[in-house]
């Protein structure tokens, strides 16, 4: 119901796979963010953008490529991932990059494990 | 630094009232937000509060002071669907980024 959709819902890689994360956001928003979320930690900011424009890499390994070909649709693509980046990926929306009361909307997210 | 303290985990019976506090110490304030996160599923978004006072939304309410660098989250007439972790998280001002708690997860035991 929160309009953010994400698929695959869980997956399992070995260290050499390569393979691709989706989100996709029927709200009308323009901004959109991943985060990876670990037990028992505070959600961790990976990347946002803002009209399809990357506005924020938070030293994120390069292991870890985003994409965004339009304000709908955004996808993390995974390669040679290690065993500690075993974690619940969260993709968000909101309507614009401003701050105050913007709220983001959450999809369900992809449980990765790395094997 | 930035830091935002939750408890881990709380633990309540259905019919009863909880309180999920919230502490946080940030450069600038532009707002603070709860979110509702039950196991596997988004988290969902429950209130946001700016200025000083309470918030009431139902069941759930939402407290704020500046000052003291606190809120906390007020469950009443608990159920067992509220069984979920709730996390706080903090926007610093001029920035869009939101600086997050761990999270408290809350058991709602018969």
């Known amino acids: 119901e929160t309009g953010v959709t994400q698929t695959p819902r869980h997956l399992v890689m070995g260290m050499t796979n390569k393979k691709s994360l989706k989100c996709e956001q029927h709200l009308g928003h323009n901004a959109m963010y991943w985060y990876k979320q670990s037990a028992k930690k505070p959600l961790e900011l990976m990347f946002v953008?803002?009209?399809?424009?990357?506005?924020e890499n938070n030293s994120v390994p390069s292991r870890f490529s985003p994409e965004c070909p339009n304000s709908s649709h955004l996808f993390l693509h995974l390669h040679t991932l290690q065993p500690e980046d075993s974690a619940l990926y969260l993709c968000?929306?909101?309507?614009?990059?401003?701050?105050?009361?913007?709220?983001?909307?959450f999809g369900p997210g992809t449980r990765l494990l790395v094997l | 630094g930035q830091n935002i303290d939750q408890p881990t985990e709380m633990t309540a019976t259905e019919g009863a009232i909880v309180q999920i506090n919230c502490t946080y110490q940030?450069?600038?304030?532009?707002?603070l937000f709860w979110y509702q996160q039950h196991a596997g599923e988004a988290p969902t978004f429950l209130s946001y509060?700016?200025l000083d006072g309470l918030e009431e939304k139902g069941r759930f309410s939402s407290f704020l002071s500046r000052s003291k660098g606190y809120s906390y989250l007020l469950l009443k007439e608990l159920q067992m669907k509220d069984s979920a972790s709730y996390l706080c998280?903090?926007?610093?001002?001029?920035?869009?980024?939101?600086?997050w708690g761990a999270g408290t997860k809350l058991i709602i035991k018969p």
């Open positions: 998280a903090v926007r610093d001002e001029g920035n869009y980024q939101l600086i």
């Open positions: 968000a929306s909101s309507q614009d990059l401003a701050g105050g009361a913007e709220t983001q909307y």
């Open positions: 509060n700016v």
């Open positions: 953008y803002s009209l399809e424009e990357r506005v």
């Open positions: 940030t450069s600038g304030f532009n707002g």
